[in-house]
T-cell receptor
């Protein structure tokens, strides 16, 4: 059974610092890994999707890496801003047509 | 292209009543997931549906919960005889395989059971 863990559960940084969010999964046989952002009381917004054959994906200040063999992914957010404050969730999917298994999320607070 | 639409946004029910949550996927998407998020917890998979077909319901409680995705109209998650423990945010997501299994989530329905 796939288990996804995100550490730390919460993170507080001053504005301008780079953020590093970690995600680990127990079964390396994945189809893809996705990072989402969730604002309080809102739904999830997809940030980045990394296919199993890829090592990283980038979008603006966001960069996500994937090391499938060690069961880890890292989301980097450069030069954090207060607007980056949210909960960030990673999720893996075993195969096309399967369900996503989510981690518990990392709650980020960027202080001005 | 409208996103995934869920309604109602908030739903209040008394214990023993029925709750019906609706989800309209993005245009052109024929697969829908339902997830539940309890306070301070992560998202838990409930059910995965294709039009007129349940693909995976391994996350659905065995009693009181049912889901459907008819040929026409939205997907419905139905909870009969609600209890306080059913209070949670219920999220729907739709998917197209054309984007490599990328999920698009709705804003959720917050169910409160009094």
């Amino acid at each position: 059974k796939q288990e996804v863990t995100q550490i730390p559960a919460a993170l507080s940084v001053p504005e301008g610092e780079n953020l590093v969010l970690n995600c680990s999964f127990t079964d390396s046989a994945i189809y893809n890994l996705q990072w989402f952002r969730q604002d309080p009381g809102k739904g999830l917004t997809s940030l980045l999707l990394i296919q199993s054959s890829q090592r990283e994906q980038t979008s603006g200040r966001l960069n996500a890496s994937l090391d499938k063999s060690s069961g880890r992914s890292t989301l980097y957010i450069a030069a954090s801003q207060p607007g980056d404050s949210a909960t960030y969730l990673c999720a893996v999917i075993k195969a096309a047509g399967n369900k996503l298994t989510f981690g518990g999320g990392t709650r980020v607070l960027v202080k001005p | 292209n409208a996103g995934v639409m869920q309604n109602p946004r908030h739903l209040v029910r008394r214990r023993g009543q029925e709750a019906r949550l609706r989800c309209s996927p993005m245009k052109g998407h024929s697969h829908v997931y339902w997830y539940r998020q309890l306070p301070e917890e992560g998202l838990k998979f409930m059910v995965y549906l294709q039009k007129e077909n349940i693909i995976d319901e391994s996350g659905m409680p065995k009693e009181r919960f049912s889901a459907e995705f008819p040929k026409e109209g939205p997907s419905i998650l139905r909870i009969q005889q609600v209890v306080r423990g059913d209070s949670a945010a219920y999220f729907c997501a739709s998917i197209t395989t054309l984007s490599g299994e990328k999920l698009f989530f709705g804003s959720g329905t917050q169910l409160s059971v009094l």
